[in-house]
T-cell receptor, first 115, second 114 residues
């Protein structure tokens, strides 16, 4: 069964500090991995998308890494800001043909930035 | 502005009542989706449509129905057969349903049973 596990479930850090969120998956065959940011009560917004051949991808203060051998990804947030408080969702696409029914969503990491 | 518009933002349903959530997109995307999000759970796919007049069941389609009469619109009806409908519903779209296409989400609709 395809699964995406995220850790930690929740995290509280002080403004200005860095943090790293983890995503482990068992989706096979693998197509790509996305990180989304979801503010409370809002729709998720795409941060990055990574394919099998990509190890690192940055989007401003967000840097995602992918290790396809160990089936792990991380999202590193540098110099956190209060606006980074949100849930971060890891989504892995796989299975035959990919597509809408090939997406597996993690439960998300709830990040709180304290002033 | 281009995007996905969901309405209403908040909806209350009485027992035994059908309700319809609206989803409109002006991104010219072929594929549209409906997801359900429960607290502490990952998003679950209800229905998706790759093209007008065609749609497919997702993982939790029971108690829901959809239509895709226009490219821009993909309304979701929560029927009385859905026994636990209280949740946050997200509509999404993408250029196509291929795995490499980014999925864009609307702002969501909260449905509560009263």
């Amino acid at each position: 069964k395809n699964q995406v596990e995220q850790s930690p479930q929740s995290l509280i850090i002080l403004e200005g500090k860095n943090c790293t969120l983890q995503c482990n998956y068992t989706v096979s065959p693998f197509s790509n991995l996305r990180w989304y940011k979801q503010d409370t009560g809002r729709g998720p917004v795409s941060l990055t998308i990574m394919t099998f051949s990509e190890n690192t991808k940055s989007n401003g203060r967000y840097t995602a890494t992918l290790d396809a051998d160990t089936k792990q990804s991380s999202l590193h947030i540098t110099a956190s800001q209060l606006s980074d408080s949100a849930s971060y969702i890891c989504v892995v696409t796989g299975g035959a043909g990919g597509g809408a029914d090939g997406l597996t969503f993690g439960k998300g990491t709830h990040l709180i930035i304290q002033p | 502005d281009g995007g996905i518009t969901q309405s209403p933002k908040y909806l209350f349903r009485k027992e035994g009542q059908n309700v319809t959530l609206s989803c409109e997109q002006n991104l010219n995307h072929d594929a549209m989706y409906w997801y359900r999000q429960d607290p502490g759970q990952g998003l679950r796919l209800i229905y998706y449509s790759q093209i007008v007049n065609d749609f497919q069941k997702g993982d939790i389609a029971e108690g829901y129905s959809v239509s895709r009469e226009k490219k821009e619109s993909f309304p979701l009806t929560v029927t009385s057969a859905q026994k636990n409908p209280t949740a946050f519903y997200l509509c999404a779209s993408s250029i196509g349903a291929r795995s490499g296409n980014t999925i864009y989400f609307g702002e969501g609709s909260w449905l509560t049973v009263v």
